[in-house]
């Protein structure tokens, strides 16, 4: 068992670079808006509580700031309203209800709550007759139908981010279900079985059962070669797997096959592996490419780096295909290493050799949907981990 220790200690001090970069792939957002929130609505009353001899006048401008926002979000929900009525029968079903919850907040009834309060404590507080309150409540429908008008509460960057992940509405989340449901779920439980067929015809040459996987490249930058021979010279082409041939959306016998690759180590040694890229990041590149998509390179990179922590985290999930493949997430080396991906994939296979033999000593320790160079996501064991906010 020290020796196995050693062995793997030994091994992740060579491949440990000496400058810790941070990750490529991003975490799920937490909570740290909210608590600077509240840190900061602590900030506000004790400055408040020094600063102010009474609270009424206070008072009196929270009342008048709460009022504006309840009507703010009430006239934003009419003039919504009145754009999608010409919408009733193609997007809403010919359903009023359904146009007007789509219109208004989903907490609506604490708007409604807020601002009859807030007119309440606000006629207490000021005193105003009916017209005067009259008034101030034109005034206040007046700014807030300037302010959108204006486009001064649309949402940052940040919050249409945060919204599309959390209702998992980017393009990269359907790419990844796309793939998974329509692709990955389909093969990887059957791939196993696809390997045994295979090394009875071809004199048991996979031998390591450990690499029994489909190695699915991932590079974030999404280019991506439809001959991997290109990409690395190290890399060539040698045979496929037996095909998998499914009835599929009114094509019988629809032909499913992976190929296997022979790659060339320094040490001049063939490695033999089951390899390919995932073809939704060619969609994301050529997304990019057309002026008619609107989706810049900053949106690629960004949906890219979704796609890998989406599709890692289907996988994760996935009874079925669990210890069927292995993501290779990387980033094009910034040097002209014309065999840096033919390394990623060796780095890879001897990471997966080890930990058969550490299994075999029985170190029984878990890994998780993602594998990737330590200079990507580092951690104290250099094995795989969850991309998580917990994770970290």
Sequence with gaps: MSGCVSLLQMSHEMERPSVQTSPIIPKP????????????????????YHMEKSWHHPAEYITFYFAALQIGALLRGVCNFMEEIQHVQSRYRSSWWRVVVACLSPSLHRHMLLLLISVCAYMALFGDTGLQLFLNLILLC??????????????????????????????????????????????????????????RANNNLLKCKETWKLHILLPVSCEIYDDLQKADSHIQYWKDLPALQLDRAGTKWRSYKQSIYTILGEDKKLNYCIVEYAPPLQSLYAMSQDESAAFSREDRLEQAQLFCRTLGEILQHSKECAGCYRLIVYEESGDSDSHFLSKEILRHIRQQHLEEYTMCEGNHESTTFLSTEPNILISDSELPRPLRSDGF
């Design 142 to 199: 007046l700014c807030q139908l300037l302010s959108f008008a204006f486009g001064l509460q649309s949402p940052s960057a940040v919050e249409m981010s945060e919204i599309c992940e959390k209702n998992n509405r980017n393009v990269a989340h359907g790419l990844a279900w796309s793939y998974y449901v329509g692709y990955l779920k389909l093969v990887l439980p059957r791939l196993k079985d696809l390997i045994s067929e295979f090394n």
């Design 29 to 48: 957002r937490g909570r740290r808006a909210l608590y600077a929130t509240w840190g900061f609505i602590v900030l506000c009353i004790f400055a408040l």
